[in-house]
């Protein structure tokens, strides 16, 4: 059963074309000049209120007025099909055993208990240059999957022969599903599971408790019994995870306490650690692909070798991966002295919270870094995207959501400032549009 949302005819209604919008034309040339609307933004928020059910949210178009974006980003075909690349090249990468235990050595200690399975969906974010598509993060519970899904069957482009990549909001979802009933499978075999919790801290108060909501709803549409809570709402006892009298079979894990080690996350831990929940994304996978630090090794062709990567992961991995160094209190005034060049990231941030650009960074705030363990990376500009032929263009970063290695759906993040922020008046999601003869 597909969530997305049937869109009146208003919503798909071309709304006229500006500007160049050649099918031939270059990703570059049509996110400068291309600002054909196909989005009814006003029926898709109604549509996914309506979606979401009468739960007190107010409507999104008050409540996230930036999280979608109006327009399409483009992004050539040549630049997908290398992220995919990257994406395939990671994971043979981190299951291999000298890459594992180089992660787990900074890892927190709950990180060498494996659960049996890769961790559920990851969000791998790259920004886009001449040479091809350059990882900045990878995140292990990446928000907007669902969110994208339902954007991009909202969404025309000027040109027919412009299509989504990947097409189909139904098929995203299936596959989404598809991950989550994997992950069980390899935590709990043949284990029929009934019951899922989505857990984040003050779920409601989340930005995206609305995809929380789509997920609650994708899971009841298959037969499970799904509640979204606050950690501190579930208890461990008898063998089990309970979430009052329910006892919980899986939860899928939205939490940014990756190790879980904050007394609100106490039942959920010991009953991950008992084997008695299963758990999706977990802490070791958070160690193998989300921490900051494994940049430094993924991007670096003598540690790949010395791990036994392949040759092709090699390569891919070398070129796309931006060079990435630990600050240390030996580089701490090599690295200011460079900072201009440089991205600053907390090693298990999230969010862009506490990440500083360099030539935005002050004296103050880099002594209040002191102590902390950051990652300094070699600053990749983020892709443009006009959204009017007067006004300057705002920035995009290119996400693919994927699964063992397989990408599923591929979107954008709109903006303008230092990092992503859905504050952004035009910014937001947005879906990604190309064409087979969109190459370069």
């Excluded at 070129?319 to 209190?329: D, E, F, G, I, M």
């Amino acid at each position: 059963m597909s969530l997305a949302p049937k869109l009146p005819a208003s919503a798909l209604a071309l709304s006229g074309c500006a500007g160049e919008c050649s099918p031939l034309a270059s990703a570059e040339v049509l996110n400068r000049e291309c600002f054909c609307i196909g989005l009814d933004a006003a029926a898709l928020q109604q549509q996914l209120a309506d979606l979401l059910g009468n739960g007190g949210l107010p409507a999104l178009a008050q409540s996230h007025p930036h999280l979608f974006s109006a327009l399409p980003v483009f992004v050539s075909r040549r630049h997908l099909e290398q992220a995919a690349a990257v994406v395939q090249a990671i994971e043979r990468v981190v299951i291999n055993p000298g890459y594992i235990e180089a992660a787990l050595r900074s890892a927190a200690p709950i990180s060498v208990f494996d659960a049996g399975s890769p961790g559920g969906i990851l969000g791998f974010d790259f920004h886009l240059d001449a040479d091809g598509p350059r990882l900045i993060e990878i995140n292990t519970n990446p928000g907007g999957v669902l969110l994208n899904a339902l954007l991009g069957r909202a969404h025309r482009a000027c040109v027919p022969e412009l299509v989504l990549a990947p097409p189909g909001a139904g098929e995203i979802e299936q596959k989404v599903l598809a991950s989550m009933l994997r992950e069980w499978q390899l935590q709990r075999g043949s284990a029929p599971l009934r019951t899922i919790a989505i857990v984040d801290e003050a779920p409601e108060g989340q930005y995206l408790y609305p995809e929380f909501q789509l997920f609650r709803a994708l899971f009841r549409a298959h037969g499970l019994a799904a509640q979204i809570c606050d950690p501190r709402q579930l208890e461990y006892r008898q063998a089990a995870l309970w979430l009052g009298e329910q006892k919980i079979d899986l939860c899928y894990n939205r939490l940014t306490d990756f190790s879980l080690d904050t007394a609100a996350s106490a039942a959920l831990r010991c009953a991950y650690l008992a084997g008695d929940v299963a758990l999706t994304p977990h802490p070791r996978a958070h160690a193998l692909y989300a921490d900051k630090r494994n940049l430094i090794a993924l991007g670096n062709r003598e540690f790949l070798r010395s791990v036994g990567a392949d040759a092709q992961a090699i390569e891919t991995l070398s070129a796309a991966v931006p060079r990435t160094q630990l600050l240390t209190n030996a580089n701490r005034d090599e690295l200011w002295a460079r900072r201009r060049q440089l991205f600053f990231k907390p090693a298990s941030g999230f969010g862009s919270k506490a990440s500083y650009r360099g030539d935005k960074l002050t004296r103050r705030v880099w002594e209040e870094m002191n102590g902390g363990v950051y990652v300094a990376q070699q600053i990749v500009a983020p892709g443009s995207r006009h959204i009017d032929a007067t006004a300057d263009p705002l920035k995009f970063d290119l996400r693919a959501y994927a699964y063992q290695g397989q990408v599923m759906l591929y979107a954008a993040r709109v903006y303008q400032g230092q990092t992503t922020n859905f504050r952004t008046p035009g910014g937001g999601f947005s879906p990604v549009l190309t064409h087979a003869q969109m190459l370069a």
